[in-house]
């Protein structure tokens, strides 16, 4: 593998635990990702159909995202991240099943809502922040980023070909499928882990009113709100100005996206080294001045293809670059202890975004048109980027996975001897795999007394 590539530098536990979850998101994903481009189209053969209650159905899983982000990481605070992964991917199987044994729009309706009650997001990515180094956190979540996107566009070429010979029920069933394979995945790949922190760092654990005014949270949650609203609202407008300005041919869209996201990572992935080895707040400044030179070709545009491919290349690298920063940086600066709710936070703020962003999208076509919906994205950025300025950078932790040669509670004693130490933060222990991994602050450490601690329990790898 490639030393430039974004999996290159995670340790070989933290990469199997990416990995699992990335498969999980994946298949989750594709299944709803099918829907896209052809539910519009299908949806109207449903009994009781309206254009309203199709847009219902398209529009219940967002919503229903976005009010149970918070429960879920609140809850897998307390309980733990794979139960409660486990627990949204029922719901998303039912749901599926459901809607694809429905022939009345209500039906499709209700199982789209039980979908969406599946709100994993949260927990899947607090579960990387609890499981993977900051040094290396920021690939991960790009690697997950990636997978998704390659299942969006995948899904947009096959979605038009499956349901011509599955149909809409067809559709809903494979998602079901996806749904049931996901479960299987994390049954067996995804470790039963909960993060355990020092008594130092659980000194003033914050409510999530507290969690709400955070101000290094509440920039993150403003940082994620804005990108998905301006990639909704792009992406609403885009495609009639493909085809009708450029004169690109539907059918051609989806090869146009795959050829722009394949080149926006990567030109992506030598940003997220030097964010990581150097300094975020650049980085993520010069993305989302990016993202203003993309929505600023895009207003501006004559209307040759080529320039609509170079404004799209551009798009697609800030992006995924952003995409894969944001969380990175919610792991970072979230109070021990803390981490599901603030992801539940961060993920509510990602599908408002959407929701919102799809409506500003539709106005703004209706209004003034694509220049004008694209104007005002990129003035949003704009305001974004200023917020950005003021970004501080934030600690960071260093993670070490040492092999233990015993487990269950002699392993689980030993960890709080290693908690008390100063310096370090938390620490899990992965039984599968027979390894603990410490986060601590190497300015607060004292590597004598950590060995001291190793005994016959525990060995630097």
């Avoid at 209706?366 to 501080?392: D, E, K, M």
Wanted: glycine content about 10%.
């Amino acid at each position: 593998m490639s030393s430039t590539s974004p999996a290159a530098s995670l340790h070989k536990a933290e990469f199997r635990i990416t990995a699992a979850l990335s498969s999980v998101f994946a298949l989750r994903m594709f299944g709803l990702f099918l829907l896209l481009p052809v539910f519009t189209l299908y949806g109207d053969t449903l009994a009781g159909s309206t254009p309203f209650l199709i847009g219902t159905a398209i529009g219940a899983y967002g919503l229903m995202q976005a009010l149970l982000q918070i429960p879920f990481g609140m809850l897998s605070d307390r309980f733990g991240r794979r139960p409660l992964i486990l627990v949204g991917l029922v719901f998303f199987i039912a749901g599926g099943a459901v809607a694809a044994l429905s022939d009345h729009i209500y039906g499709v309706i209700l199982g789209r809502a039980l979908q969406g009650a599946g709100a994993i997001a949260s927990v899947v990515m607090a579960l990387i922040s609890d499981s993977v180094s900051d040094t290396r956190r920021t690939r991960a979540m790009a690697l997950i980023g990636m997978s998704v996107g390659g299942t969006f566009v995948l899904a947009l070429i096959l979605g038009p070909l499956m349901a011509k010979s599955l149909g809409l029920s067809g559709l809903f069933w494979t998602t079901t499928v996806m749904g049931v394979v996901a479960f299987g995945v994390t049954l067996r790949w995804v470790p039963a882990v909960r993060a355990r922190h020092s008594r130092a760092a659980m000194r003033s654990p914050l409510s999530l009113r507290r969690l709400l005014i955070h101000p290094d949270l509440s920039r993150l949650n403003m940082s994620i709100f804005s990108l998905h609203l301006v990639m909704t609202a792009t992406f609403v407008v885009l495609p009639l100005v493909l085809k009708e300005t450029a004169g690109l041919a539907l059918p051609s869209h989806s090869m146009l996206y795959l050829g722009v996201m394949v080149g926006g990572v990567a030109l992506m992935v030598p940003l997220i080294i030097y964010a990581e080895r150097r300094a975020v707040r650049p980085v993520m400044v010069a993305g989302i001045a990016l993202l203003i030179l993309a929505e600023v070709m895009l207003a501006a545009a004559p209307g040759q293809l080529w320039w609509y491919v170079v404004a799209l290349l551009a798009f697609f690298t800030a992006f995924n670059l952003l995409e894969a920063l944001l969380p990175s940086l919610v792991g970072r600066a979230v109070p021990a202890g803390t981490r599901g709710a603030a992801m539940g936070v961060y993920s509510t703020s990602q599908f408002m975004g959407v929701f919102i962003g799809g409506q500003l999208g539709g106005f703004m076509l209706g209004y003034s048109g694509p220049r004008g919906a694209f104007w005002v994205c990129a003035g949003l950025l704009v305001i974004w980027a200023i917020v950005a300025c003021s970004f501080r950078e934030l600690r960071r932790l260093e993670s070490r996975v040492l092999v233990l040669t015993e487990t269950g509670p002699v392993a689980d004693r030993w960890l709080e001897g290693v908690l008390a130490l100063e310096g370090v933060v938390e620490g899990l222990i992965v039984a599968e795999d027979h390894i603990a991994i410490i986060k601590l602050d190497p300015a607060l450490m004292d590597e004598d007394r950590l060995k001291q601690t190793l005994g016959g329990v525990a060995r630097v790898e």
